[in-house]
């Protein structure tokens, strides 16, 4: 009786059909070699198909085995690049995405630069339901920053709905900086309102006030496991960070960062 094992193919002569018997996944052939083995078992036994080494009928072969292990070198290369799912994605195959995707590299391994460019193929355009705070903290988180976010919504005993400024979560000291050292841009001073770094309409720091406490509807905040933690992020990733927060928020909020970068 036949025995069923892991030489056995579907296509067997003697191999029974059912779902016992195992399936073969396609193999990438990678020489010449094999491609004309397997054209020698297409043509007829025969001293008029003889192919010898040194025939022009051989070199027809070769010629045609070598155009087409080409071809799917260069549709592997294409696959390959085209998604970074796979370790033939290169570094070159990353920075042609992130241009495309306008993300930015910074210092980051080729792995993290992978799953930012997946990230960003899983939502590639900016709706408005994915400017919700769930959705904009799960992607900062997903680019490797450990912060959370938290809505400028808070109620009083009485449950009346009132907002907070950053003086009133975290008390400030002029001594306390955000980029090392003991002071930051003279006077103990940071960026935006009430001392406190934000991230309004630019990649880079800026000075913003955002007026009265009327605007603070348009407020939210970025800090760390509570919103009175400070988070930290790596200070060679702080551009990109701020990039990513302007690309991801509404156009018209502004985040209060409470954030050091070391």
């Known amino acids: 009786m036949y025995q069923v094992s892991n030489n056995s193919t579907q296509h067997g002569l003697k191999t029974p059909h059912g779902f016992r018997t195992p399936h073969r996944f396609p193999v990438k052939s990678g020489t010449k070699e094999e491609?004309?083995?397997?054209?020698?078992?297409?043509?007829?036994?025969?001293?008029?198909?003889?192919?010898?080494?040194?025939?022009?009928?051989?070199?027809?072969?070769?010629?045609?085995?070598?155009?087409?292990?080409?071809?799917?070198?260069?549709?592997?290369?294409?696959?390959?690049?085209?998604?970074?799912?796979?370790?033939?994605?290169?570094?070159?195959?990353?920075?042609?995405?992130?241009?495309?995707?306008?993300?930015?590299?910074?210092?980051?391994?080729?792995?993290?630069?992978?799953?930012?460019?997946?990230?960003?193929?899983?939502?590639?355009?900016?709706?408005?339901?994915?400017?919700?705070?769930?959705?904009?903290?799960?992607?900062?988180?997903?680019?490797g920053f450990n912060v959370r976010l938290y809505e400028n919504i808070f109620y009083d005993v009485d449950g009346n709905l009132y907002r907070k400024e950053p003086a009133d979560i975290l008390s400030l000291q002029t001594g306390t900086v955000q980029h090392g050292g003991s002071t930051q841009h003279g006077a103990g001073a940071q960026h935006g309102g009430g001392n406190t770094e934000v991230v309004a309409n630019e990649a880079f720091e800026e000075n913003y006030n955002i007026g009265g406490a009327d605007n603070l509807y348009a407020t939210f905040f970025i800090a760390g496991n509570q919103l009175s933690e400070i988070a930290t992020v790596e200070k060679s990733r702080e551009r990109e960070f701020r990039e990513l927060i302007l690309k991801l928020k509404p156009a018209h909020t502004v985040a209060f960062l409470f954030v050091n970068y070391i």
């Open 35 to 143: 491609l004309m083995a397997l054209a020698n078992q297409l043509y007829p036994t025969g001293r008029v198909w003889n192919l010898s080494e040194q025939s022009k009928f051989n070199a027809l072969h070769a010629a045609i085995n070598l155009s087409i292990l080409r071809l799917t070198a260069d549709a592997y290369s294409l696959i390959d690049g085209s998604f970074p799912d796979n370790n033939n994605f290169t570094v070159d195959d990353a920075t042609l995405w992130e241009y495309r995707l306008g993300l930015l590299a910074g210092t980051l391994t080729l792995e993290q630069r992978k799953a930012n460019i997946l990230r960003k193929m899983a939502f590639p355009q900016n709706v408005k339901a994915r400017q919700s705070v769930p959705y904009i903290e799960s992607q900062l988180q997903q680019s």
